[in-house]
T-cell receptor, first 113, second 113 residues
Framework: QQQVKQSPQSLIVQKGGISIINCAYENTAFDYFPWYQQFPGKGPALLIAIRPDVSEKKEGRFTISFNKSAKQFSLHIMDSQPGDSATYFCAASGQGGSEKLVFGKGTKLTVNP | DAGVIQSPRHEVTEMGQEVTLRCKPISGHDYLFWYRQTMMRGLELLIYFNNNVPIDDSGMPEDRFSAKMPNASFSTLKIQPSEPRDSAVYFC???????????FGSGTRLTVV
């Protein structure tokens, strides 16, 4: 119930391509879904987040798509750049983000030049 | 704002020794989280505090692990005695109720030999 399942484990994309990372959850009490980006040797940093009252949120080249009925959400990175190469984590929590975050296992993205 | 500050950045210790990891959260943040990151298990929440009070320590692996938050600006995670399987990157994160997202520190890479 507390798990967030993330796929794929790793992803290789060419520069300019679209990167898509998917996550699924079981706990219907989750109501806050952030994505974190982590570079080697650094801590994860908040990238973008969504609440279930909207189906999509876009910030620059990054878009979250949310499907409440399927209990799935995904991160799309448009026009992927080598600088986007990092590990991406989806997460979920309840009570609007006030509860502890449960993280997916992460996706290592490599964008080839 | 210096962000969440963790020390040391790297720690190498022998099995059986006591290890203390330190964290200074962002001023004004009332939540503090300790996570452990490994390749196999990803990001695992060990314990979190609200207003210096431990709220959920269900993720602490065993009695060898303990955490304290004596005041709003300092927390420690102690492992005694340490074992090789404790080798991981330990992250501290803080957040403020009513705002979304955690701010992570840069982590402490612990190696137990």
């Amino acid at each position: 119930q507390q798990q967030v399942k993330q796929s794929p484990q790793s992803l290789i994309v060419q520069k300019g391509g679209i990167s898509i990372i998917n996550c699924a959850y079981e706990n219907t009490a989750f109501d806050y879904f952030p994505w974190y980006q982590q570079f080697p040797g650094k801590g994860p940093a908040l990238l973008i987040a969504i609440r279930p009252d909207v189906s999509e949120k876009k910030e620059g080249r990054f878009t979250i798509s949310f499907n409440k009925s399927a209990k799935q959400f995904s991160l799309h990175i448009m026009d992927s750049q080598p600088g986007d190469s990092a590990t991406y984590f989806c997460a979920a929590s309840g009570q609007g983000g006030s509860e502890k975050l449960v993280f997916g296992k992460g996706t290592k993205l490599t964008v080839n030049p | 704002d210096a962000g969440v500050i963790q020390s040391p950045r790297h720690e190498v210790t022998e099995m059986g020794q006591e290890v203390t990891l330190r964290c200074k959260p962002i001023s004004g943040h009332d939540y503090l989280f300790w996570y452990r990151q490994t390749m196999m298990r990803g990001l695992e929440l060990l314990i979190y505090f609200n207003n210096n009070v431990p709220i959920d320590d269900s993720g602490m692996p065993e009695d060898r692990f303990s955490a304290k938050m004596p005041n709003a600006s300092f927390s420690t995670l102690k492992i005694q005695p340490s074992e090789p399987r404790d080798s991981a990157v330990y992250f501290c994160a803080s957040s403020q109720r009513g705002s979304y997202g955690y701010t992570f520190g840069s982590g402490t890479r612990l190696t137990v030999v």
